[in-house]
């Protein structure tokens, strides 16, 4: 079993910077897709970033390309998301996530849909004054 933990959430002013990290623990995720996804008050989840087991394929939401950039550290076993150039509209619950089978679907392989994603951290909390 996974267990995924989102640290370095907190409240900070419009166009101020904020690094999220995931640690993981149970097994390695060095073969895993991850992802970031995020939840405001009435809204549905909506996906932030993804990149594949060794970071060659990335993807970003649309509301967050070119302010956000994800990373991971494999040796660690842990996978971040700076952020920069924060907006009020970036208010939201963060969740880090693991897809197990990303790559038996091709070295390249990483997912933007939370459906595929087997394992979610507990989340935290972003809030963005303006």
């Known amino acids: 079993q996974v267990q995924l933990v989102e640290s370095g959430g907190g409240l900070v002013q419009a166009g101020g910077s904020l690094r999220l990290s995931c640690a993981a623990s149970?097994?390695?995720?060095?073969?895993?897709?991850m992802g970031w996804f995020r939840q405001a008050p009435g809204k549905e989840r909506e996906f932030v970033a993804a990149?594949?087991?060794?970071?060659?394929?990335?993807y970003y939401g649309d509301s967050v390309k070119g302010r956000f950039t994800i990373s991971r550290d494999n040796a660690k076993n842990t996978v971040s998301l700076q952020m920069n150039s924060l907006k009020p509209e970036d208010t939201a619950v963060y969740y880090c996530?693991?897809?197990?089978?990303?790559?038996?679907?091709?070295?390249?392989?990483?997912?933007?849909?939370?459906?595929?994603?087997?394992?979610w951290g507990q989340g935290t909390q972003v809030t963005v004054s303006s």
């Open positions: 990149l594949n087991w060794n970071g060659g394929t990335i």
């Open positions: 149970g097994r390695t995720l060095s073969t895993y897709g």
């Open positions: 996530a693991a897809d197990r089978e990303a790559v038996f679907s091709g070295s390249t392989y990483v997912s933007q849909l939370q459906n595929d994603y087997d394992y």
